[in-house]
């Protein structure tokens, strides 16, 4: 049975940080491309980042392109999301995804269950 458990959610000020955190476990994390999405209330969900297996490609939404980073630890099977100079508007449950493709990523097969995440101004 594959799971996601995303972590490190919270509550943090306008311009902090937060390092978020995903541990797969059920699969070969090593085969699939990880991706990071927000869904805030109200809202549809939103694409933010994604990386290959290998971590040698990284897509960025436009909104956190310079302020948030993936990346992954495979020997751990764990894939992050660092998000630095936080704002309002980022506030949102932040989800993790895994698929075998890189394109396909929002679609992907397997999915999180969220972590909040609260930015104050």
């Known amino acids: 049975q594959v799971q996601l458990v995303e972590s490190g959610g919270g509550l943090v000020q306008a311009g902090g940080s937060l390092r978020l955190s995903c541990a797969a476990s059920g699969l070969t994390f090593s085969n699939y491309a990880m991706g990071w999405f927000r869904q805030a209330p109200g809202k549809e969900r939103e694409f933010l980042a994604a990386?290959?297996?290998?971590?040698?490609?990284?897509r960025y939404a436009d909104s956190v392109k310079g302020r948030f980073t993936v990346s992954r630890d495979n020997a751990k099977n764990t894939v992050y999301l660092q998000m630095n100079s936080l704002k309002p508007e980022d506030t949102a449950v932040y989800y993790c995804?895994?698929?075998?493709?890189?394109?396909?990523?929002?679609?992907?097969?397997?999915w999180g269950q969220g972590t909040q995440v609260t930015v104050s101004s």
């Open positions: 990386i290959s297996w290998g971590g040698g490609s990284t």
């Open positions: 995804a895994a698929d075998l493709s890189l394109s396909a990523i929002r679609s992907a097969d397997y």
